[in-house]
Structure formats: structure tokens, C-alpha cells
């Protein structure tokens, strides 16, 4: 969606190929009809990204495995290769796909063939399917694909926000395809190489439905390594029909309808590519518009003219076609004026009632904006940015489908179960959050026999407010409960999944639905545990809080540098050897001022920095990494070293050896980045280690942080 992403560095896109392209993918994948009579489709994608550029990777003799989560189950399964935007071929050596087992496992390894063979050579511009193996894979299951490339790889055909980590053997690593375990996957990235597709049959699957759209149905804002998009949510909710279909992700960063660019082609450009060839592809949701109207230049007539030449297109080829609302934007940048809002307003009017050129419509300005002011998201939905949705927006987006008017799952669950709010807030040792279900009959006729029930993480408790059972719900129904929910008292502190399950006679048949929500348990001041200690030296009282290895520090401090050594600290004393390291990680900081620091401390004596021997590496709220230290002795930080971006959690570690310190952080505890050496020349003999955190407040006078820790350690 972001307008920095339309260009991607060192990507260049072949109007010829893209054209080669695209009349293969007609003749390789003919979508089927939609008439009322056709059978269902041999194939139906089961999962799909659009690929959109291509990058030379430097390597050799490597292998990937790439983790897709499908829509649709099937007893049989296929991949699409393809070798677009890019001029020269590409050879796969070997491939294999498997069920799932975590990370880059696989649970059983089946080898891959192209045309009864097992290596293919991708001509540029061209497109490879593999032939059919027989791989048992329930709706919405993992699959890994494994590729081998042998002898040099001269570029990578890619989908780049991939959202899902994707592994790689090192350069050099060889053939890995058949591995079960994931050992030799040691280096990963987030983008999806070669492959476009993938393909199941033998199953209760009528089709598939497209989702083409933006960096929104592509997922951007939405959690990483969780399948939180909204078609992944539109996925989830068609496998509970008894006849379910396929949901094919389509959507790019930054597309638009009225016009593209080199590595990121236009809604109507890639039509045929991306959607009409897809294998059993019926329906298909055109959720597009907010780029060309914020800052691509365009007009609301000139997007709907767009919109027009999509359905006519879609239509000609017998597909439905459901048209979504522009979302509001209002707050992201400086984009938003009064004049494109009603450009979006006149858009959304027409996806409303677009005399025919939608088959439907699905309002998901509706199901995000804030109704106390209609061009803003709501708070509950806005991922921060103020254009993309959070989760749970997501899930909103995904609520708002009409799968009826899909036409192509048939006896679908009516009722519908979801909770409030959205990522409640318990505290460790509180009295309890109240949580709220509420059971919606979405349907034609009325549900009976309606129950709920939460789960919870081991431990917790919920006590319902009224009773969980509902005797009937008629069409449009609710059915509301609050329930206390308290955490167990060595709940951690960090994020807990809480879910809630409804049953219900529909038709005469037991239905059921799901839901959940992340909560978050937060600490309360408690004090921490022998061995460890506190010291402060701020003019705000310090809090502690310990729970197993989890630290909390609550600090003010006007500043911790050579003028100020205002802080808060948890410390083992007598913990940091001569030659040895301190680490730790911090989880997160709260508190307004963007200077705060938290991180890790060593000290001769840590409640006396005079004694000598100095030394602090933390990571600010805003203004990245800083390392600390005192030249002379005297317990005053008087040497700097450091920068950067902000990012949490951080690992921090400080490395002794003498009077030499050297500090290094890591984004993933595993890639260690040198901050800088120091000399320290008053350290001597073993010393105090410990956290540390300050609010630096001299401008925000009376503020305090919160500093969260979930390890500490210290060795020789």
C-alpha cells in the first residue's frame, strides 16, 4: 500500500514477457465457467500469491522451503512455478512438498515430478505445474514447498510481502528438498520465491474465490507467521460449510486499478494473470481503490470507469464479482483532503448499488470506520497507521462477506460467535477483566439450543454473568454474556490467546463457531526475589515486579548519561566476572518520553557507580541503541557510542574482558550486531550486573516508564 514500496530496488519488469505470461496461464489454466450446470472444476487453488518482480540473489546451489497455509483440503496436490519479470531461465533441480511440522520441518517429504520428471527448466516469462501428487490435506492445513536451483541462481521471481518466513540453505548448501528435518535451513527471509500457486482435488471444494486487492489483502499490519489477512479469516469461515471452496490471495502493495509501474502492474493489467486463469476460480472480491484515489492522482469517476472494465471482464468469463468499499484513510500522512474523501464517498455509493456491474458488495468502510467520525478508522481496527487494519480489522473486513452471495459454499454455519474487547488488558494478580460474547444470528432461520463457552489458558478462571445457554435466536439476534476473566497468578506477562466456542441446532443439525482474542497480562508491582536486588536513584519511587524470569522495572529519572545518573535497577550482586558476558532481553517499554532508556548495567558496585567500573547499553524509546560508559572513575557516563532505529524486544549483551567492554544487540537473539569497545579502566575483579531503566523526563516532568524483561543472564 505504501507509495515508498511501488518501486522495488534492482526490479525491472518485460511488458513482452508479462504478455508471454499471460497467454500461457490462459492455455495451462482456463477457469471454469460459473453456470449453474457445470461440474465442480478438477482443480481448485487452494492458496496463491501474485509474484510481481525479481531480484539477482548472488548464490548458488541452494534450497528453499516455503510454508504455505491452504484454504481448501483435497486428497491430491499440485504446485504453479513461475519465472516472470526476468529474462533468463531458471532451472529446479528437485522438489518436494509435505504436511507441515513446524518452522522448516516436514512431517513427510513427497517428491515433486514436471511431466514425469523430476527437474523443470522455467523459460523466462513462462510458468511450470507440477504433476499431481497424492498428499491427504485437511482445509486449512500447512504445507512446505521445498525447490532446489543447481549451479547458479541468477535471479528470484518473488511476491515480496510475504508475511510468512521462508528458509534457505546457505550458499553452497545443496539439495535439501527431502530433508524431514530443517537443519540445514539456517538463513530466512519473508518473500515467496517462484512459487505462485497451489492446487487440490478430490475434495468437497466448488471452486475457489479471488481476492484481488492492495497491501491490505495482502496483509500488511497484520501478524506476522499467524495468517491474520482477512482472506486467510474468509478462509476460515467457508471450511465450517459443508461444500467450502478455495481463497486466493491476490493482492499487491501499493496496487491500484487506474494505472502501474514497473514491478507492480494494475488491477486491470494483471486481470487475467492473477485472476481469470486461477484454477476454479468462481468468484471474485475487488477490493482496490484507496491507492488511486490517496495519492495515485485518480478521480472517483475514473476509479469506478475502472471497476466497470473489471466486472465486464469478470463477467465475460462467467465469474461472479463482489465489490468492497474504500476504506478511510483520513490521518495516514497527508494524504487525505476533504476533496478525495468525497471522490471516496462517491466511489462507495456506487460499490453500493452498482447496476450490475458488482454481483454484490461487501461494506468494509462500513465495518472499520469509526462512527463518530466516518473518515477515520476506528480506534478498535486501526493498526496505527490510520490506513491499514490491525487483526482485528481484518477480521471485521472478513465478517462483512456475505457467504451466500459467494455462491459457491452451500450450508454454511448461521450464527456467528465473537469477543470483546478486541485485546483486553488483565493484570497479574488482579481482580479480573470482563470479557463479552456475543452470538449473532447472521442467517435466514432461527438457530436453537444456542450455548458458549470460553477456553482458557491453564490456570485462569471465567465466571459468566447470566447463562451461557439461549434457548432460540431469530434472524438478526443476538445473544450477549460477560464474563470475569482472571489470569492464574503465575500467569506470564505478554500475550494469551482466550477463545470462545458456540454450538447450536440450525436445520436440525449440531453447527458450530469460533473466536478469539490476544490479551494481554501486564505486571503488578510485587517486589523481586532473593538473590536479586533493587537500587534507585531517581526522585520518583521505583516499583519492581518479578514473575520466574520476567522483570519489571517502573522508573522516573530525569536522565541516565554524564549530567544525570537517574535510574532504576534489578541487580545480582557480585555477578559480573573479570572476562565474561552480561545479556538480556527487554520485551518492550512503555511511558511518553522518547528518550527513556532500559537495558543492562555493570558497576564495580552498582549503588555506589564511584566505586568504578561503569558501564550501561540500552535501547531508547525512539532514538535507538546507546552505550554508555565512564573513562576516569568518577561514576559519571561520560562516553558514547551508539544510534540507530528503536526496536523491541532487543537483545542486549555486554562482553568483559578486563577493563575492556565491548557492547552488541540483536533484533532475533541469533544475528549479533557490535555497538562498540570501550575501556573502563577503574573495572576491577568481579562486579554488580543487573537491569536497569530511566524515564530521562527532564522535559516530561513527572513521567515514569515501564520497563519489561523476560531474561537475564550473566556468565564467565
Not at 31 to 40: F, G, S, Y
Not at 252 to 266: E, F, H, K, L, M
Not at 620 to 633: I, K, V
Request: hydrophobic share 35%; with cysteine.
Amino acid at each position: 500500500m505504501s507509495r515508498r514500496l511501488e518501486h522495488l530496488r534492482g526490479h525491472r519488469r518485460f511488458a513482452a514477457l508479462a504478455t508471454a505470461l499471460v497467454a500461457t496461464l490462459a492455455a495451462l489454466l482456463p477457469a471454469a465457467p460459473a453456470a449453474a450446470d457445470t461440474k465442480q472444476p478438477q482443480w481448485a487453488g487452494t492458496w496463491a500469491t501474485a509474484q510481481h518482480a525479481s531480484y539477482d540473489p548472488g548464490t548458488s546451489e541452494v534450497t528453499v522451503r516455503i510454508p504455505v497455509r491452504v484454504s481448501a483440503g483435497g486428497s491430491s496436490v499440485r504446485i504453479r512455478l513461475t519465472n516472470a519479470f526476468t529474462t533468463e531461465p531458471v532451472t529446479i533441480g528437485h522438489a518436494t512438498v509435505g504436511r507441515g511440522a513446524g518452522g522448516s520441518a516436514v512431517a513427510k517429504p513427497y517428491e515433486l515430478r514436471f511431466g514425469g520428471k523430476d527437474e523443470v527448466r522455467i523459460a523466462a516469462g513462462e510458468q511450470a505445474v507440477s504433476d499431481a501428487v497424492r498428499i491427504p490435506v485437511p482445509a486449512r492445513g500447512d504445507l512446505v514447498v521445498s525447490l532446489y536451483f543447481p549451479g547458479r541462481l541468477t535471479h528470484i521471481s518473488q511476491h515480496w510481502m510475504g508475511l510468512q518466513t521462508v528458509y534457505w540453505t546457505p550458499d553452497g548448501g545443496g539439495d535439501h528438498a527431502s530433508d524431514a528435518d530443517g537443519d540445514a535451513f539456517t538463513r530466512t527471509d519473508s518473500a515467496f520465491p517462484f512459487l505462485t500457486g497451489v492446487d487440490v482435488q478430490g475434495a468437497n471444494a466448488a471452486g475457489s474465490v479471488v481476492a484481488l486487492g492492495d497491501s491490505i489483502t495482502d496483509g500488511a499490519a497484520s501478524t506476522s507467521n499467524a495468517n491474520r489477512r482477512w482472506p486467510d479469516y474468509l478462509a476460515g469461515r467457508l471450511s465450517a460449510c459443508s461444500t467450502t471452496a478455495g481463497v486466493l490471495n491476490e493482492g499487491i502493495s501499493g496496487n491500484r486499478i487506474t494505472a502501474g509501474v514497473d514491478g507492480n502492474p494494475s488491477a486491470m493489467d494483471r486481470l487475467e494473470r492473477d485472476v481469470l486463469s486461477q484454477p476454479g476460480a468462481r468468484t471474485v472480491i475487488l477490493f482496490e481503490g484507496v491507492n488511486d484515489l490517496s495519492w495515485g492522482g485518480a478521480t472517483g469517476d475514473q476509479v469506478i470507469d475502472g471497476m466497470k472494465e473489471i466486472g465486464r471482464r469478470v463477467h465475460a468469463r462467467g465469474l461472479r464479482l463482489i465489490g468492497a468499499t474504500v476504506v478511510p484513510y483520513r490521518g495516514w500522512g497527508d494524504w487525505w483532503t476533504e476533496a478525495k474523501e468525497a471522490d471516496r464517498q462517491k466511489v462507495n455509493t456506487f460499490v453500493r448499488d452498482s447496476g450490475g456491474a458488482f454481483d454484490g458488495y461487501a461494506d468494509f468502510d462500513e465495518a472499520v470506520r469509526d462512527p463518530d467520525d466516518p473518515t477515520r478508522y476506528g480506534a478498535a481496527f486501526d493498526s496505527g497507521d490510520h490506513l491499514h487494519p490491525n487483526d482485528t480489522g481484518m477480521k471485521a473486513f472478513a465478517d462483512a462477506v456475505d457467504l451466500a452471495g459467494l455462491r459457491v459454499a452451500r450450508d454454511c454455519p448461521s450464527a456467528r460467535v465473537r469477543l470483546t474487547p478486541y485485546r483486553p488488558t488483565l493484570q497479574a494478580g488482579g481482580d479480573g477483566t470482563e470479557i463479552t460474547s456475543t452470538v449473532t444470528n447472521t442467517g435466514t432461520g432461527t438457530v436453537t439450543q444456542v450455548s458458549t463457552r470460553l477456553d482458557l489458558p491453564d490456570g485462569w478462571s471465567a465466571e459468566p454473568a447470566g447463562s451461557t445457554r439461549t434457548r432460540s435466536l431469530s434472524p438478526g439476534d443476538s445473544a450477549t454474556l460477560t464474563w470475569t476473566v482472571t489470569p492464574a497468578a503465575d500467569a506470564a506477562w505478554g500475550t494469551h490467546e482466550i477463545g470462545v466456542r458456540t454450538s447450536f441446532l440450525q436445520d436440525g443439525r449440531t453447527r458450530r463457531d469460533s473466536d478469539s482474542v490476544d490479551a494481554t497480562v501486564t505486571p503488578a508491582p510485587s517486589g523481586v526475589r532473593a538473590p536479586y536486588l533493587t537500587t534507585a536513584t531517581t526522585t520518583e519511587e521505583a516499583r519492581y515486579a518479578q514473575n520466574g524470569d520476567q522483570f519489571a522495572i517502573w522508573a522516573g529519572g530525569q536522565d541516565l548519561s554524564g549530567w544525570k545518573d537517574e535510574k532504576a535497577a534489578v541487580y545480582l550482586a557480585d555477578a559480573a566476572p573479570p572476562s565474561g558476558t552480561v545479556s538480556a532481553r527487554i520485551v518492550g517499554q512503555t511511558g511518553r518520553g522518547p528518550s527513556a532508556k532500559a537495558g543492562i548495567a555493570v558497576a564495580n558496585d552498582l549503588t555506589a557507580p564511584a566505586a568504578g567500573g561503569y558501564a550501561v547499553l540500552t535501547m531508547s524509546a525512539q532514538f535507538g541503541l546507546e552505550f554508555l560508559t565512564d573513562s576516569d572513575g568518577d561514576g559519571k557516563l561520560d562516553t558514547w557510542a551508539g544510534g540507530g532505529s528503536s526496536y523491541h524486544p532487543a537483545w542486549l549483551k555486554l562482553v568483559r574482558d578486563g577493563t575492556a567492554y565491548t557492547a552488541y544487540a540483536s533484533s532475533d537473539g541469533a544475528a549479533w550486531q557490535q555497538v562498540a569497545t570501550a575501556t573502563v579502566p577503574s573495572a576491577s575483579g568481579t562486579g554488580d550486573a543487573g537491569m536497569v531503566a530511566s524515564a530521562v523526563n527532564l522535559n516530561y516532568p513527572g513521567q515514569t516508564t515501564t520497563a519489561l524483561f523476560d531474561s537475564f543472564s550473566t556468565h564467565e
